[in-house]
């Protein structure tokens, strides 16, 4: 054997072994497969009231740590979780834009999102 074959003997079972790892994670649950190395969402918490005339308060929440659509989707989520609460996340602005049944404070979002990787940048 010289050491080219070797060097591919070593590569393939690197492979392997990562493979089996990856499929063990994902049995788990602990797969993380976007992007950027978050969950993908699991479940996505859709809204059931979605005229805006029932939501009289209005904010706009920048959020830091977004990189992908699954990263915005967890954060429309979490936001969306909040009793009377609608969220559509702009990822390319970073930024959530929230309805609000009640009056609501950054405390509010920024514990919508703990526990994630997700940070509340500012309320307006």
Not at 34 to 51: A, L, Q
Not at 60 to 68: E, L, R, S
Request: aromatic share 8%; glycine share 6%; net charge positive.
């Amino acid at each position: 054997m010289n050491a080219t074959t070797i060097i591919i003997y070593i590569a393939a079972a690197a492979l392997i072994v990562y493979a089996v790892y990856q499929t063990i994670q994902k049995f788990r649950g602990k797969a993380k497969s976007s992007c950027c190395g978050t969950p993908e969402v699991k479940s996505i918490r859709k809204v059931d009231d979605t005229d805006e005339s029932h939501y009289p308060y209005r904010y706009t929440v920048k959020v830091d740590g977004m990189k992908c659509s699954g990263c915005a989707a967890n954060v429309e989520s979490s936001l969306n979780n909040l009793d009377g609460v609608w969220a559509r996340v702009n990822l390319g602005k970073h930024e959530a834009k929230v309805l609000t049944k009640t009056e609501r404070s950054r405390e509010d979002f920024e514990n919508a999102l703990a526990g994630t990787s997700y940070k509340v940048n500012s309320v307006n």
